[in-house]
Structure formats: C-alpha cells, structure tokens
C-alpha cells in the first residue's frame, strides 16, 4: 500500500488544483437545520451531549479542528491510500480519503473532483464533519458551479441543538435552493422497526435560503408512535431572520377560565415593526383574542398589547385589558418612557385573565416621564451634574367589592416637577433637590393639593479604608396648598426642619483559622448620632409618607418615614457592631453576624404608631449568616423588646443543595401578633417513582438517541423530579399558595405537569394546572411553568437552558424576539 504523501507537499499541490472545491460545499451544510423545520439552536444543557455512535466509530481520520491552520484557512487538505490525477483535469483519492478546508472536513472510500466540469463526487461511508455537526450518506455529487447534485441516504447530527436524523435524498437544484425528500427528525434514536420516543417526518422539504422560505409537505409530529401535530404544507423561514405565520398552540387549564386553547399567528410587517394575533377559547369565559404589537425606530421603541373577551360567559359582559410601554430618546439629551396598564373591571385579577401581569394584581400604575441629565461648570463649585426630570402617574384600584377587602390607593402625581443637583468631586459632598407635586386621588372624599418642596444636605467624609467619619447637615422643607381647609382652617401651610448627623465606622481585621482553612475574620463597629428637632406636622397633609420598615439598613436612619410629608424628631445614637469571616484564598464570605440598637437621648415625639417613645433603648435587632459548611446556606434576623423581654420578630432561612438539580428550602417569618408564616420548596429526584413511569414510556423504546445514548449514566437522564413550594399560615391555619409538580427527564424529551393554588381571598382561591411537552431540539408544547417554578422554588435549576428548546416561531413562522 502506497505510503500517505507527505502533508507539506499535499498543502502546496492540492491547493492550486482543487481551491474552487469547498467555497461551494457551505449550501449543503445549511439543508440540515430545514430538516427540523428550523429548531432553535441549543445551548449548554444540563447533561453533555456527544455525537452518536455512527458519526465517532466512522471516523477514519482524526479530524482536529485548527491542526490545518485553523477555522480561516483557506488551503485544501487532501490525504489517503493512494492519490492520483492530473493538473487541471481531475483529481482521484482512494481509500481513507480525507479532505479538510477550515473548519469542513470530507471523507470517503473515494473521492472524485473533475475540474473540467467543475464536479465532486464521493461515495463509500460518505462523512462530512463541521464543527460539532456530522452528515453521513451513501454517496454525494455535486456540480459546485452551478451548485446542482445530490446526497443519497444522508443521516446528520446537529452539535448545537443535540439532534439528528436521516432523509432519503437530497437534491440541490441551484445556488441556495434544494429539496429534501423522506426527511425525519428527532433527539431521540432513530431505530428502523422500533417506536422512537418523538420525531418529526416530512414526505417533501422544498428550500430556498436567498427568499428565506421553506415548504414542507405532510409534516407530523409523532409522541411514542401517536400523532399530535400535523400539517398537509407547512411554511417556515430557515435563515435567524423572521417570517409570519402561525405558532405552536398554546394549551392551559384554570379553574377560573376552564380548558383554554390560543393559536397564535406571528406577522412579520416591517424590520423593525411585528405583530402577534392569538385568537383563544375558553370554556368558562367564552371566545376571545390577544394581540402585541412592537415597533422599533431609531430613537424610540415600545409595545402594545391588548386582551378582549367580546362576551365573558361567567361575568355575562365584556372584559379587557390593555397594556403600552415605549421609550425613547428626545433631542438635547432627553430620555422619555411611559407605561400604561389597565383592566375592564375590578374583578379582572382574580378571574385568571391574561394581560393584567403585575407585581401589585391590585393596583396597577399608569405612568409617563421625561428626564435629562448633564454636567455643568458652575464657578466655585466645580463640575456639577444636573438632573431634570417630569412625571406624570395614576392607578386604578381593583377592589374587593364581594369581601369588603379594601386596600388604600396612593396618591397620583399630576404633574411631578422636580430638579436635582449634586457635586462631583471635592472635599464636600452636596446635594439640592427641589420638586412640585399636585396630588390627586381616586377616591373623592380625601384631601387633595400641592406641594413644592426642596431637600439639601452637605456631608464632609474624612477617613480612609480603615475608618470614616462623616458630619452631615441636611434640611427638608415644604410648602402646601390644599384643596379643602386643614384642620387648622388654612389652606396653605409650610414648614422646613433642619437636621444633623455624625457618622463613624471602623473595619479591623485579623487572619485566623476555622472550617479547615485560612480566614480573615472582620470586626465592623460602627457609631450615628442624629439631632431632628420636633415640628408640629399634625396639621399638615401627608400625601407620599409612611413608616419604614424597622430592619438593619433603616435602623441608622435619622427618619422613621419615608416620603417628604413626615420627619420624625430624633436625638439619639445608633450603634452597630458586625464580625465578617472570609476565606482568604477566593475572598468568599463563610459567615456574618450583627447586631445593632438606637439609643434615644430624648423623648421621640413622632413617631410610626403615633404614639410617643419614651424608652430610652430601641428593640435590638441581630442578624446572622452561614455559607461554611458545605451545601448548606442559613441565615436568621431576629428583633427583641427589651421592655417586653420577648422576641417580637423573627426570619430564618435554610436551604440545602447538595447538587445539581437538588435543593431542600424552609423559612419561617414572624410577626408577633400579626402573622407566622412557614414557606417550603423543592426540587428533588424521586427515585423510588421512577422505575413505573419508565417502564410506562420505555416499553417499546429502542436504547437512548443520539444524545441521550452517551449519557445513559448521566444522573439527569432517565430521571423522575418532585418540585414543589408551599405557603402555610400558621395564624390563620390555612394555605395561602401551594405549587406541586413533576419533571420527567427522559433524555430527549422532558414531561411537567405542575399545579398551582392561589388564594384570592380569605373565602377564596384560584387553580391553575399547567401541562408541558418539551422535544429537545425541537419546541415546548403547552404551558410553560418554568417562570412560575423559577420564582417560587429558592435554588431551583433548570433541566434544559431556557433557550436549548424554547418554542422558537421560525418553527412554524415568526419570531418572537425583539425586532
């Protein structure tokens, strides 16, 4: 057998003679994403994937990706048995053939370029390899001129969606056009005469990238042989770029709307201009549709949506919501957004309609404002930054009118002018913020009006890493005008209350050992004086006021209120003392503990409950953290009467995480006299649930696909998860929100099926049961929960990266991401 040229010489030869090859190859590499009819490309998963059994064992060569010099070499490569051809005719390699150029790499048994009419050919165990991706066929030809040939009984591997599958042949027709005929597609194994978990078929793809159009004829999306999703022509874009047309349906099931089905239809107006139309049902409240539309300018860009119930079946009327958010930029450094956000009726939030998401269900905020910030060169005082601002702000209260469970709406801001100015630099630090309100209310029975108020202080910090002290004078001033006489009969009222404060902290640290390594442990005293002298504000309007919580941070307040309206006399001192250990090798914190209390030099006039504070020591609050030992995370605050000698307040967290997708969490908060609430969470595999669901699906399965058949011993494949969190009231004994699910990791496909009770009310509760379907590599059909076990479960993870499988509208037409 002839010996392998040497590779110098083959780099020199091969690159005069067949440099046209491989520029023209790029197009056959792109029929493969259209097989899955576009699938979302994966990210990184929770299990590592490798390519299947075929594509490593008919590898001849190694292919190491940059041993040629790297992905932009433009060389061709060209090695086997025996080589053979003339300059300028054709070019013969036999036996191990192997061609590489950047990051493609060809092989076959033998492997034909005719440079007279420009064509390869290459058959026996055909393999091309590009990156991560494998194709293997029977035999390939192609004219790279006019880009026509043919790929006989291709199998393929997608390194980034984890997936793969086989077609019967393909066809390219011309530069960026082909046709793909039999086609399957799945990220599970594809077994002649077995059933596979899930997989996609068509009976014809036709392609064409330069128009960005796909036609697929009979597509069906088969679960375990069964049949779920079908299309006799499907269109679909098979470039990142969008194209209208329908998305997957979207099914849920509520105990307050019934069984709900939304088909939505993705229109792809303009480049920067998209719409989405998703006409619903709902089997308690009838027919309906939801729409979005986003736009996207130069200088400005927002979002509209919109949820109409024509006819709610239940309420026996019509409901709505609508929703518009943009923003932008104005001339001279301008910034402007504004949010608007209401509903037909009070009822809206706990009927389980879509379109009212909000932190607040009950109070939802309308708001609009400008701002603009620039520095100035003020004589004197240096570089100043300024900050204008305007603002405009309303809420519509959703009440209770069936329980009598009011709430308290705020007041609205129409307008809010304000400015504010602060120096940058300098031995002194100042600031001076001067605003104008006009307060209105939504209920007509409270006091309504004006205020103009100015806030300044200047603060001169001295110290350095190790210590600071810092003397500070502020003052709060402010003018009223009100609508209806005060209690006091005037109509227009002010007052300005002055303010001082002395600030010091220290940071000593030594370095110690404990938890089996080296540690700097800190130690953090720190000390607040504040003077406030008492004004009598009884008589004055409080429109944007209320008590702070008393808690770590604001127990070194010299104000007990936030707002403007109210500032409570202070003469007292605050001190503080904390102890930090950290690891000294990553900087990591191990541990905290801190303790801090108010020492009042004087009666406090004013104050949260209105009542005067005569007790000269505060309650002590202390506050404690552990992340040392392994897996496990504390942490607890505490806060204790010292006239009542008791506990008055208490939080304690705990939250174990032995691994991935392992995570026990419990908390307990209470308030004395007011509420006791325990909160779990979980997320853990049930290994003693598994061995039933896995003889239920894995019945007529063949051995794990293309990914999932290089980790069978994965922990995460093959895997029943618990997830659940719940909410218990131990004053009222009841469950106030309760979440309990399953996860099904089978490798290529992953189940859930979650359910979640919200109370509405002390009589009342919501139920939502969410059902979904994810095909790795593919889609997610149903509904999504994943938000919803994300923000309830502490340390939940994950099986899959968000957007590894997310229902991506090129699937069926569209996108959903911003234009």
């Known amino acids: 057998m002839p010996n392998r040229p040497v590779p110098a010489d083959i780099h020199r030869s091969r690159s005069r003679r067949a440099c046209p090859l491989t520029p023209r190859l790029v197009p056959l590499l792109l029929w493969t994403a259209a097989l899955a009819l576009a699938p979302t490309a994966a990210a990184a998963q929770s299990c590592p994937a490798k390519a299947p059994e075929w594509a490593t064992q008919g590898l001849r060569l190694p292919v190491v990706e940059g041993e040629a010099g790297g992905p932009d070499d433009d060389r061709i490569h060209l090695e086997a048995d025996h080589l053979s051809g003339q300059t300028g005719e054709s070019l013969i390699a036999d036996g191990r053939a192997q061609l590489r150029r950047g990051l493609l790499t060809l092989q076959a048994e033998h492997l034909e370029y005719r440079q007279r009419d420009d064509r390869v050919k290459a058959s026996g165990q055909v393999l091309l390899v590009r990156g991560e991706d494998r194709y293997q066929g029977s035999e390939l030809t192609l004219n790279t001129e006019h880009q026509e040939g043919y790929f006989l009984e291709p199998r393929f591997f997608l390194g980034r969606n984890q997936a793969g599958g086989r077609a019967e042949r393909v066809d390219f027709i011309g530069k960026n056009r082909m046709v793909v005929r039999g086609a399957a597609y799945s990220s599970c194994e594809l077994v002649d005469g077995e059933t596979t978990p899930w997989v996609l078929t068509t009976r014809r793809v036709r392609l064409d990238f330069d128009a ?8 069906v999306l088969r679960f375990y042989g069964v049949p779920i999703l079908a299309a006799p022509v499907l269109s679909f874009p098979v470039t990142d770029a969008r194209k209208s047309g329908w998305l997957p349906p979207l099914i849920t099931t509520s105990s307050n709307t019934g069984f709900g089905l939304s088909v939505p239809y993705y229109w792809n107006i303009a480049p920067d201009l998209d719409a989405t139309v998703t006409p619903t049902l709902l089997t308690k409240r009838g027919a309906g549709v939801e729409g979005e539309l986003r ?103 959703l009440q209770d009118t069936g329980t009598g469970n009011q709430i308290d709406a705020p007041y609205q801001r129409t307008p809010q002018l304000g400015a504010l100015w602060n120096n940058r630099g300098g031995p002194l630090q100042w600031s001076l913020q001067t605003e104008f309100n006009h307060f209105t209310h939504t209920d007509a029975s409270r006091l309504t009006g004006s205020r103009l108020h100015a806030l300044g202080q200047v603060a001169w910090p001295l110290g350095d890493e190790g210590w600071r002290l810092t003397p500070r004078a502020s003052f709060n001033a402010a003018g009223y005008a009100v609508d209806h006489p005060l209690t006091d009969g005037r109509t227009r009222a002010g007052r300005i209350i002055p303010s001082f404060s002395l600030d010091s902290a220290w940071s000593l640290d030594r370095e110690t050992r404990g938890f089996d390594r080296a540690l700097t442990q800190t130690l953090e005293p720190r000390l607040l004086y504040a003077y406030t002298p008492w004004r009598d504000q009884s ?6 006021s209320a008590a702070l919580d008393f808690n770590a941070t604001t127990v070194f307040s010299d104000n007990v209120f936030s707002g403007v309206d109210r500032v409570s006399d202070a003469h007292q001192i605050t001190g503080g003392l904390t102890t930090r250990y950290l690891d000294q090798r990553s900087g990591a914190e191990l541990a905290r503990l801190g303790v801090a209390q108010r020492y009042r030099l004087g009666d406090q006039r004013l104050t949260a409950d209105g009542e005067a504070a005569t007790s000269r020591f505060s309650d002590v609050l202390v506050q404690g953290s552990l992340t040392a ?6 942490d607890s605050s ?53 061995a039933p669901v896995q003889r239920l699906f894995d019945r007529d399965t063949p051995t794990a696909g293309p990914v999932a058949a290089q980790r069978s011993a994965s922990s995460c494949d093959g895997r029943l998860y618990g997830v659940g969190a719940l909410d218990y009231s131990l004053r009222d004994r009841r469950i106030s929100g309760a979440i309990v699910g399953f996860e099904y990791d089978a490798g290529c496909w992953i189940g859930r099926v979650v359910a979640r009770r919200q109370s509405t009310s002390l009589q009342a509760a919501s139920t939502q049961l969410m059902l979904q379907l994810e095909l790795v590599g593919l889609s997610r059909l149903g509904t999504n929960p994943l938000a919803v076990l994300k923000d309830n479960i502490p340390g939940y993870q994950l099986l899959r990266d968000p957007r590894a499988a997310a229902v991506h509208p090129t699937a069926s037409g569209g996108d959903t991401d911003t234009p």
């Not at 030992?629 to 504390?634: G, V, Y």
């Open 629 to 634: 030992i392994p897996r496990w995370t504390l």
């Open 638 to 690: 505490l806060q204790f009467n010292t006239d009542a000698d008791r506990v008055v307040r208490t939080i304690t967290s705990v939250r174990y995480s032995p691994g991935p997708l392992r995570t026990l969490y419990a908390s307990h908060r209470l308030k004395r006299g007011v509420s006791e609430q325990l909160a779990l969470g979980w997320q853990w595999p049930i290994d003693g649930l598994l």
């Open 539 to 544: 008589a004055l309007p409080n429109f944007d």
């Open 212 to 219: 960005n159009e796909g036609v697929a004829e009979g597509a």
């Open 295 to 397: 736009y996207l300018r130069e200088r400005w860009r927002g979002e509209v949506n919109g949820v109409w119930l024509p006819r709610d079946l239940a309420a026996d009327r019509s409901r709505w919501a609508t929703r518009w958010t943009q923003q932008g930029d104005l001339p001279s450094g301008v910034r402007y957004d504004w949010h608007a956000l209401r509903v037909s009726d009070d009822n809206y939030w706990k009927d389980g309609l879509r379109g009212a998401e909000s932190l607040t269900p009950r109070l939802l905020s309308s708001t609009a404002q400008t701002r603009q910030r620039r520095l100035l060169a003020v004589q004197g005082l240096g570089e100043v930054e300024q900050q204008l601002y305007a603002r405009l702000q309303q809420w519509q209260v």
